[in-house]
């Protein structure tokens, strides 16, 4: 066997070996993908494990990350700290600077939840300080929808969007409230990453937008990734938090119909009170006794 098949043989088995052991790179077989015959074929066929592999080691790690916070997250029943969770995961996972969650009433999107690391922001949520920012509608004074908001676009549209860079981005938001923010502050918003949280019936029940995600090895500002890891968290979170919100919804009108039972029962026992004889004597006594002070 020549020099160039050893040379060949040897690759692949250390491609294979890389596959096993999860440190396989790209470039250990890229200058056999392209060729042809057997050892080409050999080759893509490694790269495609690698790729298959890599996929369920992923869901795996996923699964063995996620799944316990959003075990935690449905057992939360403090509703400032079950909102603040779900932001405070979401930056771990995206390594995002900062955080912000909206949540719907009505036509307008309320700040709940505000997190910056760098500027240690912490409003909203267990801070118990309060969010001064004004709500977001989700509707012009024309009446026509708000899209030149970016977290008003993704309650809309039901989009995720990603903005690697506000300062140059080409898309039709207004970002001038942010640049305020940045003047004000000395930061920089660069890279967005806005999600739109959908409830049980696939109605929109908020917002979640992450702000500058961080090279975790140069701290860097790095545009924002589709991360399977977020959306996983999101659907967890959401679920519980739309339990949430639905529970509240029904401890509200129920009580709303105590008290609409009870109203209704003090003015019927108001009513059965002044029709009794018993009632009527007395204010007939009480009309006699005004018209003796008079003539006295």
Same mark, same amino acid.
């Given at each position: 066997?020549?020099?160039? @098949?050893?040379?060949?043989?040897?690759?692949?088995?250390?491609?294979?070996?890389?596959?096993? &052991?999860?440190?396989?790179?790209?470039?250990?077989?890229?200058?056999?993908?392209?060729?042809?015959?057997?050892?080409?074929?050999?080759?893509?066929?490694?790269?495609?494990?690698?790729?298959?592999?890599?996929?369920?080691?992923?869901?795996?790690?996923?699964?063995?990350?996620?799944?316990?916070?959003?075990?935690?997250? =449905?057992?939360?029943?403090?509703?400032?700290?079950?909102?603040?969770?779900?932001?405070?995961?979401?930056?771990?996972?995206?390594?995002?600077?900062?955080?912000?969650?909206?949540?719907?009433?009505? &036509?307008?999107?309320?700040?709940?939840?505000?997190?910056?690391?760098?500027?240690?922001?912490?409003?909203?949520?267990? =801070?118990? %300080?309060?969010?001064?920012?004004?709500?977001? @509608?989700?509707?012009?004074?024309?009446?026509?929808?708000?899209?030149?908001?970016?977290?008003? !676009?993704?309650?809309?549209?039901?989009?995720?969007?990603?903005?690697?860079?506000?300062?140059?981005?080409?898309?039709?938001?207004?970002? =001038?409230?942010?640049?305020?923010?940045?003047?004000?502050?000395?930061?920089?918003? %660069?890279?967005?990453?806005?999600?739109?949280?959908?409830?049980?019936?696939?109605?929109?029940?908020?917002?979640?937008?992450?702000?500058?995600?961080?090279?975790?090895?140069?701290?860097?500002?790095?545009?924002?990734?589709?991360?399977?890891? #977020?959306?996983? #968290?999101?659907?967890?979170?959401?679920?519980?938090?739309?339990? !949430?919100?639905?529970?509240?919804?029904?401890?509200?009108?129920?009580?709303?119909?105590?008290?609409?039972?009870? &109203?209704?029962?003090?003015? #019927?026992?108001?009513?059965?009170?002044? &029709?009794?004889?018993?009632?009527?004597?007395?204010?007939?006594?009480?009309?006699?006794?005004? @018209?003796?002070?008079?003539?006295?």
């Amino acid at each position: 066997m020549s020099t160039k @098949s050893n040379a060949i043989l040897t690759k692949l088995a250390q491609a294979i070996n890389a596959v096993e &052991d999860g440190t396989y790179q790209s470039e250990i077989l890229i200058d056999l993908l392209g060729q042809e015959g057997e050892v080409g074929q050999l080759a893509r066929a490694i790269a495609t494990l690698e790729r298959s592999t890599a996929f369920h080691r992923n869901q795996y790690q996923l699964l063995q990350k996620v799944v316990p916070i959003g075990v935690a997250l =449905s057992a939360e029943r403090d509703f400032n700290r079950l909102l603040e969770s779900l932001v405070l995961e979401a930056q771990n996972i995206t390594h995002a600077d900062a955080g912000t969650l909206y949540l719907l009433e009505e &036509d307008v999107l309320k700040f709940v939840i505000v997190r910056n690391i760098s500027l240690n922001i912490q409003m909203g949520g267990t =801070s118990e %300080k309060k969010i001064t920012f004004p709500p977001v @509608s989700l509707y012009n004074v024309d009446g026509s929808e708000n899209r030149s908001n970016i977290a008003s !676009y993704a309650a809309l549209t039901r989009r995720e969007i990603i903005i690697d860079n506000a300062y140059e981005t080409s898309a039709a938001f207004d970002f =001038s409230g942010t640049k305020d923010f940045d003047r004000k502050t000395g930061y920089r918003s %660069k890279s967005f990453l806005t999600v739109p949280l959908e409830g049980k019936e696939k109605d929109v029940i908020g917002v979640l937008q992450l702000i500058n995600a961080m090279d975790p090895h140069t701290q860097e500002i790095v545009p924002f990734a589709s991360d399977d890891g #977020l959306w996983a #968290l999101v659907l967890l979170a959401t679920a519980a938090l739309d339990g !949430y919100l639905r529970e509240e919804k029904l401890r509200a009108e129920i009580e709303k119909l105590r008290i609409q039972i009870d &109203d209704q029962g003090r003015d #019927l026992s108001v009513t059965e009170i002044t &029709d009794t004889e018993y009632f009527k004597e007395l204010q007939n006594r009480a009309k006699q006794l005004r @018209s003796q002070h008079k003539d006295e």
